[in-house]
Structure formats: structure tokens, C-alpha cells
């Protein structure tokens, strides 16, 4: 095509997937213990080492990509005259989205005859990632770049995503739920269940106690919201964040009681830079849904 797909490498997909697919990405920092990495998918800093590392107490800490990184980023394909669509990680949870669109106005200035889009996908993690999905099957079935652009406007919405949470440290020490509530909810065996809304933000949603309480939860989420009902036949993405038995679960009973979805579960690793918030023992579920209202 003459225009390129590209994300943040938020987007928690595998390079080979991505390269499969033809979508682009930048990738996020993150610093462990002191030491600064890329967010690249886990080449650089092994996922199950990244996760033993926190469990064992590591401090990690996140950073977007700079203004500077998107310039050069952007302007490699500008330069062998091509158009962008690019997708961020959601504003309500980053602010990349600044970033990447002070980029963008000032190469157009350069190369005011290029298009480059920049979309706040008010998406995260693998939803984010099913979301780039859609549109490389878009843009594969020949969508020009400003339908592509109209339509991602029009759907992002639709992307549902519903998180439990099995270890609560992480979500402490963000200050999401306070340190007593913590405490309280650890020795309960309490379990959060919560969403990303329509401003692209993580919400707490409802609290279960126990495992099996949460899952059962979560599935219903997606029978209550697919698109089709249990007659849902569209893709449907995990990621986990070290707890793969946990996500195996999930996914278990998902294509149990879903017999149309488009092929199994795809099973895939919360990357260092949500993990770096999330912690341990995450575990997301995205789909085509309803369109986030609240």
C-alpha cells in the first residue's frame, strides 16, 4: 500500500505479528533498578525475567516516546513518500499522544504534500493490538488511508477491555487503590475487575473475591457486551503479565461458551511498559463489543 499502519509498541502484539501484518511501531522506555531499556516487545528485557525481577522487588518506572523519537520515526517513511496513519496508546493513560502530534505538525510543514495522521486510540495493552489487527485487515481488503482514518474514528470505541487484577502491590504503589484498602483486600483474597471507559482511562469496575469469582465475572462482561452475544465471530486477545495458567483459564472458558469466534484465543504478554503499572499476575481480555458510553 502506498501508506503506512503504525502503532507505539504499547500495543503488547509480538514483533512477529506485527512484521506478519506490516504494521509499524516505536517503541516506549522503561527503567528497572536504574537502567534504562526500549519497551521492544521483550527482546531486550525478557518478559519472564522482567516479572521475576519486580516480584523479587525491582522498581520500574515508564516514559513515553519523545517528540525528537517521533520526528525521526516519521519521517523515515515521509521521506520515501508514503502517508502514516498512526495509532498512540490512550490518552487516559499516556500522554504520548502530545507528543506524537507535535511531531506530526511540524513534519507537515516540511512535507506538505505527505498525509500523517495521529489517532488517540483510547486503547491499551492487546486491545490496543486488536485494534491495529482490524485495521491491517482493513487496509489488506484496499481501504485508502482516509477511510481507514473516518473508520477507526467511528469504532474505536468498540474495543472492550476488562482486566482483573490477582496482586494488588502494583496497583498500591500507583495509587489506584490505597495502601488500607490493600491491605484489607489482600488478606480477603480480593480480586478488582476493571475496565478501560470511553475517555481511554483504567477504571476500577468491581471487586470479587477469589480467582474463580473474577473470571466467571469477566467472561459474563463479554457475554453481556460482544457484539453477537454468544453468537460472537470476531477475534478475541489475552494478555497476562506472568500468569499464563491464569489467562489459560479465561480463555478456556471463552471458546466453551463462544463456538463462532474467528479461531482460538490469541494468548499474548503484557509488555514492560503496562507491566510496569500492572505488575504480576494481570491478566486483560479484549474484544469487539458494545461502544464504550461511560
Known amino acids: 500500500m502506498s501508506y503506512v499502519l503504525s502503532c507505539c509498541s504499547t500495543a503488547d502484539l509480538t514483533a512477529e505479528h506485527f512484521k506478519e501484518r506490516d504494521i509499524k511501531y516505536v517503541c516506549f522506555h522503561f527503567n528497572i533498578d536504574g537502567k534504562d531499556y526500549p519497551d521492544d516487545l521483550g527482546v531486550s528485557y525478557p518478559f519472564k525475567k522482567f516479572y521475576d525481577d519486580m516480584a523479587k522487588g525491582a522498581m520500574t518506572k515508564t516514559s513515553q516516546v519523545?517528540?525528537?523519537?517521533?520526528?525521526?520515526?516519521?519521517?523515515?517513511?515521509?521521506?520515501e513518500g508514503k502517508d502514516v496513519l498512526h495509532l498512540?496508546?490512550?490518552?487516559?493513560?499516556?500522554?504520548?499522544?502530545?507528543?506524537?502530534?507535535?511531531?506530526?505538525?511540524?513534519?507537515?510543514?516540511?512535507?506538505?504534500?505527505?498525509?500523517?495522521?495521529?489517532?488517540d486510540s483510547l486503547a491499551?495493552?492487546?486491545?490496543?493490538?486488536?485494534?491495529?489487527?482490524?485495521?491491517?485487515?482493513?487496509?489488506?481488503?484496499?481501504?485508502?488511508?482516509?477511510?481507514?482514518?473516518?473508520?477507526?474514528?467511528?469504532?474505536?470505541?468498540?474495543?472492550?477491555?476488562?482486566?482483573?487484577?490477582?496482586?494488588?502491590?502494583?496497583?498500591?504503589?500507583?495509587?489506584?487503590?490505597?495502601?488500607?484498602?490493600?491491605?484489607?483486600?489482600?488478606?480477603?483474597?480480593?480480586?478488582?475487575?476493571?475496565n478501560v471507559d470511553y475517555q481511554g482511562r483504567l477504571i476500577n469496575r468491581a471487586k470479587h473475591r477469589g480467582l474463580n469469582a473474577v473470571i466467571k465475572a469477566q467472561v459474563a462482561k463479554m457475554e453481556e457486551l460482544a457484539q453477537g452475544g454468544l453468537d460472537y465471530d470476531g477475534d478475541c486477545y489475552i494478555s497476562n503479565s506472568d500468569c499464563y495458567d491464569k489467562a489459560r483459564a479465561v480463555a478456556d472458558l471463552i471458546e466453551s461458551k463462544f463456538p463462532k469466534l474467528k479461531g482460538k484465543v490469541k494468548i499474548?504478554?503484557?509488555?514492560?511498559?503496562?507491566?510496569?503499572?500492572?505488575?504480576p499476575g494481570t491478566v486483560a481480555l479484549f474484544f469487539w463489543g458494545s461502544k464504550r458510553i461511560d
Open 124 to 194: 491499551a495493552s492487546a486491545g490496543y493490538g486488536l485494534l491495529m489487527n482490524k485495521l491491517a485487515d482493513l487496509r489488506d481488503e484496499g481501504m485508502s488511508i482516509d477511510d481507514l482514518y473516518a473508520w477507526v474514528i467511528e469504532h474505536r470505541l468498540e474495543c472492550q477491555h476488562w482486566f482483573f487484577v490477582t496482586d494488588l502491590t502494583y496497583l498500591i504503589r500507583g495509587g489506584r487503590v490505597s495502601k488500607a484498602a490493600g491491605i484489607i483486600g489482600g488478606a480477603l483474597n480480593i480480586c478488582p475487575l476493571l
Open 66 to 79: 519523545s517528540v525528537g523519537e517521533y520526528i525521526a520515526y516519521f519521517e523515515e517513511f515521509l521521506k
Open 268 to 279: 499474548v504478554s503484557i509488555g514492560t511498559t503496562i507491566g510496569s503499572h500492572t505488575g
Open 88 to 119: 498512540t496508546l490512550s490518552s487516559g493513560i499516556s500522554g504520548t499522544l502530545n507528543s506524537a502530534t507535535i511531531a506530526r505538525d511540524q513534519l507537515l510543514e516540511k512535507y506538505p504534500e505527505r498525509k500523517l495522521y495521529v489517532v
